[in-house]
C-alpha cells in the first residue's frame, strides 16, 4: 500500500484525498468541482463515441439547463448544475481564472457561505434570464432546442458584488498595469452585451444576469438585508437532516450568569467596534484604493473578512 506521511502521520491515497478537501477553502472546493465534472462530461463523451454510441451526451444532457420550462419541471436540478458545466477547455480555463482572482478577494470581504450564495444566486438567476428571453423576445423564436451551461453567470455574480463592495480596490494585470475592480467588471459586463448579435446570445445574457444579482445582492448586504439567507438555511438543515445524530432529550438547569452576561455585553461592544473600524477602512478604501492601506489595516480586514 502506497503511504504518505503528512504531519507524522500514515495516511494512504484515500485519506490523503479526504486531507485535501477537508483543509481546501471553499474556493478551491467550487474550482475542483468544476474541474472534476469537467473531466466526468467528456470521460463520458469519450466512452460513448468508441462504442459507438449517439453524440448526444446523457450525462451534459441531464445536468444542463435548457429553454424550454416545460423540460425543467423534469429536470430542476439543472438550474444550479449547469454552473458546473463547461464546453471546451478555454470556457473552463477562462472562468476558473476569473473566479480565483476574483474570489481571492470577495473572501477577504465575505465568508466562504456568501461566496455560496453569489455563485448559486448567480446560478438561478443567470439561467432565469436565459430562459426568459428565448422565450419572450422575437429573435429567438424558431431557434429550436437551446441549453445552457458553463459558471460564467455564477463567476460574474462574484466578481460584479465584490466590485460593487469595493470598486477603487487597485488589481495589477499584465501590460495594462494598475485597474480599480469596477472597470474590470464593467468591461467585461460591456463586452457581454455587445456581443449579444454576434454569437452566443443566450450565455452573454445569463452573464447579465448573473452580474445584475451580483450587485444588487451587495447593496442588499450593504442595507442589512441577507437575499441569499434561504440558500445557508438550506444547505445547514440538508446537512442536520443528513449527518447528525439524534440525541435523547436532557434537562437542563437554569440559572442566571452574571459573569456571562458581562461577557456578552463585552463581545458586543467589542463588535461594534469593530464594524466601526472596518467601515472606516472600507471609505478609505473607496475614496484612496487598496493601495493607501497600511499593513496593520490590511491585516485587520483580512482577519475580520473571516469572520463575517
Known sequence: MNLTRIGGIKMD?????????????????????????????????????????S???????????????????????????????????FHILSNMIILY???????????????????????????????????????????????LIGASASVMAILVGIATKIPNFQVRLMFLGNLKLWWIAAALVVLDFIQIPLGNPGGHLAHLGGAAIGYFYTKQLDNGNDIGAWIE?????????????KENPKMKTVYKNKQKKSQQK???????????????????????????????????????????
Do not use: C
Not at 490523503?16 to 477553502?25: E, F, I, Q, S
Not at 423576445?137 to 441549453?147: D, H, M, V
Not at 438555511?233 to 445524530?245: M, Q, T
Open 13 to 53: 491515497w484515500k485519506d490523503k484525498l479526504r486531507y485535501k478537501y477537508n483543509t481546501a477553502g471553499i474556493l478551491e472546493k467550487f474550482i475542483a468541482a468544476n474541474i472534476l465534472m469537467f473531466i466526468l462530461t467528456f470521460a463520458v463523451n469519450t466512452i460513448g463515441f468508441l462504442f459507438g454510441a
Open 55 to 89: 453524440s448526444s451526451n446523457f450525462l451534459m444532457d441531464w445536468l444542463a439547463f435548457p429553454k424550454d420550462l416545460a423540460d425543467l419541471i423534469f429536470k430542476p436540478w439543472s438550474i444550479i448544475t449547469y454552473a458546473f458545466l463547461h464546453a471546451g477547455i
Open 101 to 147: 482572482f476574483s474570489g481571492q478577494i470577495f473572501l477577504n470581504f465575505y465568508s466562504g457561505k456568501k461566496f455560496v450564495n453569489f455563485y448559486i444566486l448567480g446560478a438561478i438567476f443567470g439561467a432565469l434570464i436565459f430562459a426568459l428571453s428565448y422565450n419572450l423576445f422575437p429573435a429567438f423564436q424558431g431557434t429550436g432546442k437551446s441549453y
Open 233 to 245: 438555511n438550506s444547505i445547514g438543515v440538508f446537512s442536520n437532516f443528513s449527518f447528525s445524530k
Open 266 to 308: 463585552k463581545s458586543t461592544k467589542k463588535d461594534k467596534h469593530s464594524q466601526e473600524k472596518i467601515d472606516k477602512i472600507l471609505d478609505k478604501i473607496s475614496s484612496s484604493g487598496y493601495g493607501s492601506l497600511t499593513k496593520e489595516e490590511k491585516d485587520f480586514l483580512f482577519r475580520a473578512g473571516k469572520d463575517l
